[in-house]
């Protein structure tokens, strides 16, 4: 099945959206969202130390000489704790901004650090929340959200009417969305 949003939509649309909306759109791309989360991290990242390393560039060639420093600078050791700053910073949503000093898009990192971490912390809420259902709701889950089995599958899986799964999952996705809704809006400050 071909995705009908691209990472860096889900994140605007996200960004934007509603708490109701919100949890829509993890629902609705349920298998895929922490795969493109991923993916935004990963290129966040990439755009970060391309950038630095062009500042670095720039700096070398308007000195135009490298100076030898004591032995005190590792680059390696710089880099590594970039490096372990930035999954931190994916993880909190909170950056040193010493990170992105000199940046362009320094605050466009910062806030797609800080959206990345609030749709983490929503998807793991909402996986909590649906490993609390048993029996036939948990089946009904399993099949349309993480195995993408259609209504119509599930009802012929199931011995039961298509009607039936579908009102049965509309049911679980109201109490899903009102369960989310009091921890998502405070990270959803008028859809921003």
Avoid: W
């Amino acid at each position: 099945m071909a995705l009908k949003i691209r990472e860096t939509d889900l994140l605007s649309s996200y960004k934007k959206a509603t708490p109701e909306k919100r949890v829509s759109l993890m629902l609705e791309y349920y298998l895929d969202f922490p795969g493109m989360l991923h993916k935004i991290e990963k290129k966040t990242e990439y755009k970060i130390k391309t950038e630095q390393e062009n500042i670095r560039s720039k700096r070398r060639a308007d000195i135009d000489v490298r100076v030898q420093t004591s032995n005190i600078s590792n680059p390696t050791q710089n880099e590594a704790i970039n490096n372990a700053t930035l999954e931190e910073a994916f993880k909190t949503g909170e950056i040193d901004m010493k990170l992105l000093r000199d940046m362009e898009k320094a605050s466009e990192y910062a806030e797609t650090i800080r959206m990345v971490s609030i749709m983490k912390m929503d998807y793991q809420l909402l996986k909590d929340i649906l490993h609390e259902y048993r029996d036939e709701d948990l089946v009904i889950i399993q099949k349309h959200l993480s195995e993408g089995m259609s209504y119509n599958d599930i009802a012929q899986a199931r011995n039961c009417s298509i009607d039936k799964i579908k009102r049965r999952f509309a049911r679980i996705r109201e109490e899903i969305t009102e369960e989310m809704l009091e921890c998502i809006q405070m990270n959803c400050k008028g859809g921003n």
